[in-house]
């Protein structure tokens, strides 16, 4: 939450020249704003409605960003397997202003203490998904974006080497994910 998942991950789609899907903006636009959800039928439902959203996403390829919750469910993990995931981090201190009056659910009651609480207890699963991690406390997004973009194109160039026929275009149909690295 607060990272710039959504702001970096159309950039980098833009850059890349393929399909960008924010998860979250899915989710609100079929079902209703997410506080609602949460409100409604609880984070069980909304992390449900996630996972299946991540599936679709997936499935179109291009750059994907999920919410920072989303891998929190075992369906958005399998999802996700086989895909480049990039982690954008956020210190507390830049967060602190991002996430100021936001109607985010899990930070409802508790603002940055409520963040750092949550940061901390996905930070493991974070750091076991992620290929590369990104941070995006103090830097111009411009520049977040242009490493991400290096970075892939590191990694389409590396994974195209050596490969002929099906692997190729394998390696080519690849998604990049982004997500939120701290919540």
Do not use: C, N
């Amino acid at each position: 939450m607060g990272a710039g998942k959504s702001s970096v991950g159309k950039r980098v789609a833009k850059a890349l020249g393929v399909p960008f899907t924010d998860t979250d903006r899915v989710i609100a636009r079929a079902h209703g704003p997410i506080p609602g959800i949460f409100a409604d039928r609880g984070e069980p439902a909304f992390r449900e409605l996630e996972a299946e959203a991540v599936r679709a996403a997936v499935a179109t390829g291009g750059v994907v960003s999920v919410g920072g919750g989303a891998v929190t469910h075992p369906d958005t993990r399998a999802a996700l397997r086989g895909s480049r995931i990039v982690l954008l981090t956020v210190s507390p201190e830049a967060v602190a202003a991002r996430i100021a009056g936001s109607d985010r659910p899990l930070l409802a009651q508790g603002g940055i203490d409520a963040w750092q609480t949550i940061a901390d207890e996905r930070a493991a699963t974070y750091a076991e998904l992620a290929h590369a991690t990104f941070d995006t406390s103090r830097r111009p997004m411009s520049h977040v974006v242009r490493d991400v973009v290096a970075w892939v194109t590191e990694q389409q160039t590396g994974s195209d080497e050596g490969r002929t026929g099906s692997d190729q275009e394998h390696s080519g149909s690849d998604q990049e994910h982004t997500t939120g690295g701290t919540p």
